[in-house]
Structures are given as C-alpha cells and as structure tokens.
C-alpha cells in the first residue's frame, strides 16, 4: 500500500493525498485548465483517476491509464496537474504553483497498478513537450521508447520502484 503526497511549494510541507475514480464534478471543473476533461473525446477516455488532497478532498490532478496486456506494461494516456499547480499555465500567467510532486504521486499510482497487474511497473507515456521529455528523463528516470515516435517513453522496473519508494508505507516516514 502508498501512502501518497504532494509538498506545498511554500512551507515544503508534506501533504497527504487519496486516489480514487474521477467523477463528473470533477471533470467538469478543468474548463479552466491546460485540457479540458469534460470534451466527448475526454470523457471517453478509460481510467479516469482523481489526486485530491486526503483532508480537505481538493482535485490537485488527473490521469487516464489503461492495461496493456501485450506491452505487459500500463499506458499512461493522459495526465494533467490541476490550474494552481500547472507549470505551464502558470509560467504563462507570472504565477507560481501551489503543490509539487503531483505528477510523481500519479505515476507512483500508475507503478502500483502495473506492479498489481504482473507487468512489474513497467509504464509507457507520451511526453506533451521537449521540455517535459528532458523532465520525465530527469526525475524519474524515463527513457524514449522508439525514434519513429520522439515523444513516446518508457519508465522500466529499476526507475519505477525508485518512484514508489518514498510512497511505501514501511519507508516513507
């Protein structure tokens, strides 16, 4: 079991979160953020998962994930941090983000169901940006996985478990 978290970008405090089944409210208050979670093609989209914030229940941020069974790996289709703690959103505006870690809390929710699906936390993503390809590689050890698609990465076994690592319940203090 993780014991997920996200730190507040002031006081580096260390603020527990919850996963669990995205719900309609939830996609319907991202018309405001970098993507919308509330278009048809969206909606459509498998998994759907909220981050929120374990006391006050606040959406920090969302992701989409479905089995591959022939990769043996989850493919994380989409993810997206809420408005106050989007980098980009915020960059653009002059503003600075609420939350850290929100993408790592994600993914470490991701290692958990490929390792619970036998595919021992193997992931494939696509990076949205060039700037997020060199990030995804910098923190959490993601490689590309192919040059037809430049975008396309890999988080294989050794840099998934590094993920979930602090998230463990035995060891994260």
Known sequence: ????FVRDTVSGEKIPTAIDAATEQDLAVTRDWQTSWATP??????????????????????MSYELDEKGLAVEVIYMESARHSNANLLHAEGGHKRYYGIAKALFAHA????????????????????DLLDYYAREFGARRAA???????IIWENAAGRI???YRRDTNG
């Open 164 to 166: 979930i690592a602090e």
């Open 41 to 62: 093609f969206a909606l459509k989209l498998p998994n759907k998962v909220a981050l929120r914030r374990a006391d006050s229940g606040e959406l920090l941020g969302l």
């Open 1 to 4: 079991m993780l014991d997920l």
């Open 111 to 130: 290692v958990q169901v490929s390792l619970d699906a036998g595919f021992d936390g193997v992931l494939v993503f696509r990076a949205k940006t060039s």
């Open 147 to 153: 040059a037809y698609d430049p975008f396309r990465m």
